[in-house]
């Protein structure tokens, strides 16, 4: 990528990336919008908000509470007593709830189309070069580079810098600033207290649950 498609992707950042405050159960962690096919029909998407479970959890999610997140330094409130649709998965560790024009946050960007290669399987993301897009404590977009070390079925270990607050961060392939997951949690080795990696989910295996809890 030239610098000044880079220098647009880091300005479009700001709008897309979010911290959210969860005050029904006392989290915070980072979110993202995107455009997602939630059917079998990959030419239907859907305006979403996600983020890991464990930051926003079924106690939230299938509530009629509010969610408060912050996004380009603005605060915007989501209430979820309006009729929209919304997933979770403990396993998979994600939520997602649809964004809905009540929302007043259509002025915002979104993260380019998730593109879906039924040839590309996720052992090929080994050694990719990545970015993950956090918000922190300052509500600041905070980027980091790393690579992919490891893939798992569903997850992989990334060297990505992290901090507290970083779950649920959207994790991009460098090479074409597409979205290929979302940042899960911190592990440490049980042999060595110092040695830590960073655990990432594919965004297709997020996808396709989606798709299966939409099948009639």
Known sequence: MNIETYTHFIEKSKYTTCKIINENEKKYGSGFFCKIPYTNDNNILLNVLLTCEHVLGEYSVFSDKNIKIIVNDKEKIISLKKNRKRWINKDLDYSCIEIIEED?????????????????SNEMYKNLNIIILSKMKNNKVIIYDGIIKRVKNFYFIHNCNTDKGSSGSVIINK????????HKAEYQFLNDKNKIANIGIFMINIINDIKSKNKI
Do not use: E, Q
């Open 104 to 120: 007043n946050i259509d002025d915002y960007y979104y993260l380019d189309d998730i593109i879906f290669n039924k040839n590309y």
């Open 175 to 182: 090479n074409n600033y597409l979205v290929i997951g979302i």
